[in-house]
């Protein structure tokens, strides 16, 4: 810290005071107050032209201030109509769509009321003939399992039906060997066997 140079009665003290402006001058007191005056005069001939810059400073940027406030004003005032438009038109949009929702809300509650009764109709008829199907099925599976059986042999009808089949099969065999033979030597039926003798 700087400490101030003591000054004493009578004599002149220099106290280095620094300027507003950028430079080294420094200011000699005198003493008394001719000395005070002085110093005033001196402070006033310089902080004159900065005060005066100063105002010309503040009065341009409240200028400025102004111009930009009235420049914001007139797009607000620009921007205010249509904002105004397309809050009406988003009310708009808005009451439409919510209507439309209120129609549809209506017209499916209608349309379930009516299909109700139907629906209920539809379901019972669906149960009955679910209830027929699987009658037929049940039907048809024991009908099966009993074809199954009598095809297999393991019921006393099955062993009787697949005996006949046998004989049937073995008849077939043996009115293919008769047609056979008679087809080589169709005599045979009026003489009989070749080589045997005839019965007397």
């Known amino acids: 810290m700087r400490r101030s140079p003591v000054v004493l009665p009578g004599q002149e003290a220099r106290f280095a005071v620094p300027l507003l402006e950028d430079h080294d001058d420094r200011v000699a007191v005198p003493e008394g107050a001719d000395g005070v005056l002085a110093r005033l005069r001196r402070l006033d001939r310089e902080v004159g032209p900065l005060l005066a810059s100063l105002k010309q400073t503040s009065d341009t940027a409240r200028t400025s201030l102004e111009e930009a406030t009235r420049q914001l004003d007139r797009v607000v005032s620009g921007l205010q109509p249509e904002a105004s438009r397309l809050m009406t038109s988003l009310t708009e949009t808005s009451d439409t769509a919510r209507g439309a929702v209120r129609d549809m809300s209506g017209d499916v509650q209608k349309t379930l009321a009516r299909l109700g009764p139907e629906l209920a109709a539809l379901a019972k008829k669906l149960e009955g003939v679910s209830d027929a199907a699987r009658s037929t099925l049940e039907g048809a599976q024991a009908t099966l399992q009993g074809v199954d059986g009598a095809l297999s042999g ?24 008769l047609a056979d033979a008679l087809e080589r030597n169709p005599e045979s039926l009026l003489v009989g066997k070749p080589g045997a003798q005839p019965k007397r």
């Not at 089949?165 to 060997?177: C, F, N």
């Open 154 to 177: 393991e019921v006393p009808l099955g062993y009787q039906m697949k005996q006949t089949l046998q004989e049937l099969a073995a008849a077939a065999r043996s009115l293919r060997a």
